[in-house]
């Protein structure tokens, strides 16, 4: 069984561009979730979907971050602009239900 | 919003020897997760508690589902160099939060 897909794998920009991640969950899971990963700390819940369906965001900064699950498989995560803050890990999870998430390997951002 | 406390935050021990940490919330939780992150990858879930007073092992790793649901622990018994790496528990509730890790560090 493929896991949950993840591109691209590292990315570099400068402050004030936008960037965009594109995850694909594992077949079948219909709850996608993105997180942001920091430097030393846990994953933080951005957006967790259920189907194509938004169950929470409550910690997604809509003024800059936006996210879409078109169909209910594949899903985008967007920054637009960016700060210096924004610079972590963003990790893509999939599940059949809430719970027991699957990881992708993550893309790195790095904002210059 | 909920939290998770992780502890301890650090740990370094010898090969062979075993390891416990835990996690504690102030809310309940259906769902108790424990995983384990190496170096420029995502999570790897390593076991998944699912009733109050669950016990439930993997290989050397043992978890258990606190009875107030509040809590859960892991102990990894004998513990080889390959063990090194971050541990997360998270809590499932609806949405699914992670606490902030455990390091553990083998020294062979």
């Known amino acids: 069984e493929a896991g949950v897909a993840q591109s691209p794998r590292y990315k570099i920009i400068e402050k004030r561009q936008s960037v965009a991640f594109w995850c694909n969950p594992i077949?079948?899971?219909?709850?996608l979730y993105w997180y942001q990963q920091i430097l030393g700390q846990g994953p933080k819940l951005l957006i967790q979907?259920?189907?194509?369906?938004?169950?929470?965001d409550s910690q997604l900064p809509k003024d800059r971050f936006s996210a879409e699950r078109l169909k209910g498989v594949d899903s985008t995560l967007k920054i637009q602009p960016a700060k210096l803050e924004d610079s972590a890990v963003y990790l893509c999870?999939?599940?059949?239900?809430?719970?027991?998430?699957?990881f992708g390997p993550g893309t790195r951002l790095t904002v210059l | 919003g909920q939290q998770l406390n992780q502890s301890p935050q650090s740990m370094f021990i010898q090969e062979g020897e075993d390891v416990s940490m835990n996690c504690t919330s102030s809310s309940i939780f259906n769902t108790w997760l424990w995983y384990k992150q190496d170096p420029g990858e995502g999570p790897v879930l390593l076991i998944a508690l699912y009733k109050a007073g669950e016990l439930t092992s993997n290989g050397r790793l043992t978890a258990q589902f606190g009875i107030t649901r509040k809590d859960s622990f892991l102990n990894i018994s004998a513990s080889i160099p390959s063990d090194v790496g971050i541990y997360f528990c998270a809590g499932a509730y609806g949405k699914l939060t992670f606490g902030q890790g455990t390091i553990l560090t083998v020294h062979p």
């Open positions: 979907f259920q189907n194509n369906g938004v169950v929470d």
């Open positions: 999870a999939s599940s059949i239900g809430p719970g027991r998430a699957f």
């Open positions: 077949s079948g899971h219909a709850t």
